[in-house]
């Protein structure tokens, strides 16, 4: 099995900035995609921005600019820097992984974080 395990989440007055962190933990073999998504409230949840084992990276429009993703493949762990922040940034941010484990067959299989709270006040 694999957890995900997302921090950093917080209040921030718009124009701030968080970072985001989010661990992975198991019997893990080896991690493709990781990723960030959002789900706003009475919305649905939107992929924000991914990055690719070798470090291709993939912005939502919206956070082009403001937002950098990294990974450090050696930790299995994944970053997000906001800065910049909006009160429309104001979400649950959940972290996403393609994971090859122990029991999956060499097929990646797709774990999700518990997701932090990102409330940017105006």
């Known amino acids: 099995q694999v957890q995900l395990v997302e921090s950093g989440g917080g209040l921030v007055q718009a124009g701030g900035s968080l970072r985001l962190s989010c661990s992975a933990s198991?019997?893990?073999?080896?991690?493709?995609?990781m990723g960030w998504y959002r789900q706003a409230a009475g919305k649905e949840r939107e992929l924000v921005v991914g990055i690719t084992r070798d470090g291709t990276r993939n912005y939502a429009d919206a956070v082009k600019g403001r937002f950098t993703i990294s990974r450090d493949n050696a930790k299995n762990a994944v970053y997000l820097e906001m800065s910049s922040l909006k009160p429309e940034d104001t979400a649950v941010y959940y972290c996403?992984?393609?994971?090859?484990?122990?029991?999956?067959?060499?097929?990646?299989?797709?774990?999700w974080g518990q997701g932090t709270q990102v409330t940017v006040s105006s």
């Open positions: 198991g019997s893990i073999i080896s991690i493709r995609a």
């Open positions: 996403n992984a393609d994971v090859i484990h122990v029991g999956s067959y060499g097929i990646p299989r797709k774990y």
